[in-house]
T-cell receptor, first 115, second 110 residues
Framework: EPEVTQTPSHQVTQMGQEVILRCVPISNHLYFYWYRQILGQKVEFLVSFYNNEISEKSEIFDDQFSVERPDGSNFTLKIRSTKLEDSAMYFC?????????????FGEGSRLTVL | AQRVTQPEKLLSVFKGAPVELKCNYSYSGSPELFWYVQYSRQRLQLLLRHISRESIKGFTADLNKGETSFHLKKPFAQEEDSAMYYCALKYQGGSEKLVFGKGTKLTVNP
């Protein structure tokens, strides 16, 4: 069964460093998402991506964040200059879109620790 | 603003007992509601959605627009139901994002 895969599973970085989290969505899906979950808090929407552009983003997704689909398979989240409060589990998700939306297929997450 | 509230952070029941995980939402339009589940060391996955009106793994959830609730129920809990359960809302009308509640950790004791 196809799955969303994410790398790395855990990354530790120093404050101010750039981080790239990678995701390979399910191949025939059209919508891609990043969510994050700070420890003990809820899963929060960051951004959705469709047709090679951002379709929606949350207030969290400020200028420090960017997403890219560089080669038709990978979907990356870049944090330009990490802050302590960026420490969280980051989940990538994808779905078909269209009328039968709602079932997001999630990756296992990338845990980011900013020191 | 859209909001999903799961009032119980932790819920513990014995095997065979009924279980109800509460979810209330705040949204003025016509929502789509979902329950996602995360078993230990596994990824978040869809359990059920209100538009399907289905029962998955013995769980059901009814959308009550009057009470703005979408509680998840199972008449006889099993140990393998132990997991984190997240209620989520998607609002119709163009947005694809899901708004999640904080989650309820269900523990089913033998």
């Amino acid at each position: 069964e196809p799955e969303v895969t994410q790398t790395p599973s855990h990354q530790v970085t120093q404050m101010g460093q750039e981080v790239i989290l990678r995701c390979v969505p399910i191949s025939n899906h059209l919508y891609f998402y990043w969510y994050r979950q700070i420890l003990g808090q809820k899963v929060e929407f960051l951004v959705s991506f469709y047709n090679n552009e951002i379709s929606e983003k949350s207030e969290i997704f400020d200028d420090q964040f960017s997403v890219e689909r560089p080669d038709g398979s990978n979907f990356t989240l870049k944090i330009r200059s990490t802050k302590l409060e960026d420490s969280a589990m980051y989940f990538c998700a994808s779905d078909f879109g269209g009328a039968d939306t709602g079932e997001l297929f999630f990756g296992e997450g990338s845990r980011l620790t900013v020191l | 603003a859209q909001r999903v509230t799961q009032p119980e952070k932790l819920l513990s029941v014995f095997k065979g007992a009924p279980v109800e995980l509460k979810c209330n939402y705040s949204y003025s339009g016509s929502p789509e509601l979902f329950w996602y589940v995360q078993y230990s060391r596994q990824r978040l996955q869809l359990l059920l959605r209100h538009i399907s009106r289905e029962s998955i793994k013995g769980f059901t959830a009814d959308l009550n627009k009057g009470e703005t609730s979408f509680h998840l129920k199972k008449p006889f809990a099993q140990e393998e139901d132990s997991a984190m359960y997240y209620c989520a809302l998607k609002y119709q009308g163009g947005s694809e994002k899901l708004v999640f509640g904080k989650g309820t950790k269900l523990t089913v004791n033998p």
